[in-house]
């Protein structure tokens, strides 16, 4: 069983920063694509950010591109989401994602395997 436990979220105005983890097993910081989401209210949810914990690939959704960066401890076997200049429209709820390698290449198309419980980033304008 694959748990994802995320962490970090918080309330922050336009322009600010803040960090998510995302906590998994050994295994799963070895073998997954991991990838972040978020969904906002009355809105689907949408695929943010992956990274491929094989070869370190990343990518990123337009919106938050150049903003946003995604990164591995595998060391700690956590995943990180570094979000930097920070707008009103990237309140949501976030959620970390694991999902086979192949959902690396596509940002999740298919959907995810397992996910973390989510956690609320406010910003405010």
């Known amino acids: 069983q694959v748990q994802l436990v995320e962490s970090g979220g918080g309330s922050v105005q336009a322009g600010g920063s803040l960090r998510l983890s995302c906590a998994a097993s050994?295994?799963?910081?070895?073998?997954?694509?991991m990838g972040w989401f978020r969904q906002a209210p009355g809105k689907e949810r949408e695929w943010v950010a992956s990274i491929d914990t094989v070869d370190g690939r990343k990518a990123y959704s337009d919106s938050v591109k150049g903003r946003f960066t995604s990164s591995k401890d595998n060391l700690n076997n956590t995943a990180y989401l570094q979000m930097n200049s920070l707008k009103f429209e990237d309140t949501a709820v976030y959620y970390c994602a694991a999902g086979w390698r192949t959902a690396c290449g596509t940002g999740f198309a298919g959907g995810a395997n397992y996910w973390g419980q989510g956690t609320q980033v406010t910003v405010s304008s």
């Open positions: 050994a295994y799963t910081m070895s073998s997954f694509c």
